[in-house]
Every structure is written in C-alpha cells, then in structure tokens.
C-alpha cells in the first residue's frame, strides 16, 4: 500500500491511471459493441471513459511549463542528433499542452472566441509530431546499439553460433538479413529501456493518425494501443530503472 | 521560478490545492458579485469554473482514502499518547470522508446506482467534519504544551513582566491575569508559525462542513473566503514543508 500511495502521490502517477482506465473503457464499448444485452454495461463503461478524459483534461493545465524546463535541459546534450531530436520534440508537446488547454478552456467556457475543432485538430498534430521526434531518437539510439554490440567480440562469437545452429533457416533466407534481426533483437533484449519506450511511441501513435484521419484504425485499435502504451507508461514511472535515459 | 513551479505542481496534491483555491476564490467571485447584473456573463463564466474544479477534484481524490489509513498506521506509533489517540483518530474519519467522496463520485459517473447519493454525501462531510475537529483538538493541545514550556522561561518570564510595565494603564484597565495570558498565547503562536497556520487553516476550513450540514449556516460568500484562505495556507505548508506542523 505504501508503494501504491507513493506512486499516486505524483500527478504523472495518477494521469497514467487514469489513461489506462480510460482506454481500457474504450477497447471494452469495442468489444461489446454488438451485444444488446451488455447496453447497460456498455452506457456506464462510456460514461467513466467521458469521466475519466474530461478529468485528464483538467489535470493537463499547466503541463506545458514541464516541457519547456525538458527542453531547456535536452538543449544542453552533448549528442547533438539527440540533443534536437529530444528539444523538438519536447517543444512540440509544449504547444500540444497549450492547444490542449485552449479547449479545456473553451468546453468551460471561460474562452468563446476560439474554434473548438481547430485548436483540437492542431493539439493532435503537434502530439503527433512529438511522437515521430521521439521514435527518431529511439532508432537513433538502437542503431548506435546495434553498431556498438555488432563490434563487440562475445556478440560476434554468440551470432556465428547461432547461423551454424540453424543452417536450413539461414539457407532459406539471406544471411545477411538474418544476421541482422539476430543483432537488432539482441540489442533490444539487452537494452530494455530503449524497447519499452520504443513499442510505446508506435502504441500511441496510432491515437492522433486515427484523430487526423491520416490513418483511420478501428476504434478497438486505438482503444488497445493506448491501453498498451499507458500501461508501459505505468510501468517504467514505478520502475524507474526502465525508463530511457535522458 | 519556473522549475519550483513544475516541482509543486508534480505533486497530486499540490495540483490539487491549487484547484482547490481556484475553486472557491471563483465561489468568493461570485458571491461578491452576486448582485450586479451586467455582469451576469462573468458570472456564469465563473459558475461554469467552479463545477468543472469541483467535479476534477473529486476525480483526482479517487484512492486518498489509502493515504489516510498509511498516515493513521504511523501517528498510532507516536510516543506522545494524546496526540496519538487525536491525530490517527482524525486520519480514520478522513479515510472515512474519502470513501464516502469517492462513492458519490461513482453514483454521479453512473457506475453504481443504488446508493442514496444526498446520505452518502452529508456522511462524506460528517467524517470531515470530525476529523476537523481531532484536528484543532491536536492544535489546541499543542498550543497548551507549549504555552506551559514557555511560561516556564526565564527570558519570556522577564519580557512579559517588562511588556506589563509598559503598559500600566492597560493592565489596570483589564485583568493582569488576562492580558498575561493573551501575551503568552500570542507570543507562543509567533515563535511557533507552523501550529498558528495549521489553526486557523482547521478554523477556516470547519465553516465548509458546518455550512453544508446546516449546523451553522454562514453565507456563500464566508465559505468561499474561508475556503480560500485555508487553500491559500495548504498551498503554502506545501511549498514551504518548514512551516508544516509535525507530525
């Protein structure tokens, strides 16, 4: 219990919760869609995931304020390929909060002279944005792994092993390739901070390419890959040895 | 600057001191504007505000009641036994106050329906009412504890004989035992700051609960002031954890 109280005694701790619950509700409307008997499940289940979102809503005033103290110290990075990956993206989810803010404002009704729809289609481009920022800085940062795993002399031991041991496999398809899918997901195994945050980034990103219609997925799509990337979200804030670093 | 703000705000409960005073700074507005018709838009701006704070703090107080039960188990081992007995009784009845709220949350979103929801909230503020009360029972035991230490004093002994020479013809007027005493408590309240924001923070916070029960029906607008004021002090205590009374 401790744990649980330290954990939701911090505002991310709670939002992470809270978007779990949320897109948890929205795979279950999906998956009991076409049951008629289940319509009083399904009418509470969406009124929790309005709840729930409406509530988020409000815990995200203010947020743009962390993401521009994030930007100022990912400005100072050695890694300069990192170092602009991680600021535009960081400067990119700050306009994403301010967008986000102007509509809480505007469902409140403390500001009418605003378009609602406008403000909300630029919320999702600039998350998504933020997004892509952020699966470059993974690729970046898996590709400069597999390199360095690829010189190191254990690693290469271990993967001619591995072509000998199945050589009808390796015959079937090109060597090489093989090789290289033996690389990239030893890197990953051995890196788990980097795959968490990189299966994260691809999870929600589906969220604004279905809001922008870029990439229309069913709803359940959308409802499990938030639920996926909330639940890793939950995951690497308890755990914070698996969380990519910086 | 900026940074003590990210800090304060990434804790749950700073974000939510900070609706709280906007909350009922907008209650305040309200009621002080009340009678003014051209500004009706305002108002309704500033009504629509408030609901929306109040109803996001009840989700955000969704699972406070285990906070409470975590702080209960750590003042039923404090060595002072009074002070034990008042302060994990209060931590129960908030636990209490919170599993009420959070029910009432539940039966407005819809997810359970057969729960009176007008009982279960005058029970939410009863509870609070309560631990309210063990609160400023806490802080008057307090005050005692250490009014009797300070009376005791050598260097206070002097300066309350000296500040009882300066004024005779107050002295006179009043009870020397009396103004000895309000010299005493003051004193005692100046060099302790924490126990006088932790008092009248609990003052100002009991018109909340007496108001809604009805026992001691003040205006909206004295709710919403003392609401203000207690929020202002608990977002105060939290910037500054020096000046939050311990335990």
């Not at 939701?8 to 919760?17: A, F, I, K, N, P």
């Not at 409406?54 to 390929?81: C, E, F, Y």
């Not at 997925?217 to 409802?223: D, H």
């Amino acid at each position: 219990m401790d744990a649980v109280v330290k954990f939701t005694s911090q505002s991310q701790g709670r939002d992470r919760v809270f978007r779990s619950t949320q897109y948890a509700c929205a795979l279950s409307i999906y998956l009991l869609r076409n049951k008629p008997d289940r319509k009083d499940l399904v009418a509470r289940l969406k009124s929790l995931e309005n709840n729930m979102s409406a509530g988020r809503k409000l815990l995200r005033l203010g947020n743009a304020a962390n993401s521009i103290v994030a930007a100022k110290q990912t400005m100072q990075l050695s890694d300069r390929l990192l170092s602009l990956c991680l600021t535009v993206a960081n400067i990119n989810r700050a306009l994403y909060f301010i967008c986000d803010n102007a509509v809480w404002a505007r469902n409140v009704g403390l500001i009418r002279s605003i378009d609602k729809e406008r403000w909300s289609i630029n919320a999702s481009r600039y998350y998504l944005f933020s997004l892509v920022m952020n699966l470059t800085r993974d690729l970046y940062v898996i590709l400069q792994l597999m390199q360095k795993k690829g010189r190191d002399n254990r690693f290469k031991s271990r993967m001619n092993q591995h072509l000998s041991d199945c050589p009808e496999v390796a015959e079937a398809v090109i060597p090489e390739l093989d090789a290289l899918i033996f690389l990239l997901l030893e890197t990953l195994r051995s890196e788990p901070t980097v795959a968490l945050d990189t299966v994260k980034n691809i999870c929600d990103l589906f969220i604004p390419l279905d809001r922008l219609g870029i990439y229309k997925s069913s709803a359940g799509v959308v409802g499990f890959c938030g639920l996926i990337s909330s639940l890793i979200g939950i995951l690497t804030l308890a755990r914070p040895t698996l969380r990519i670093k910086p």
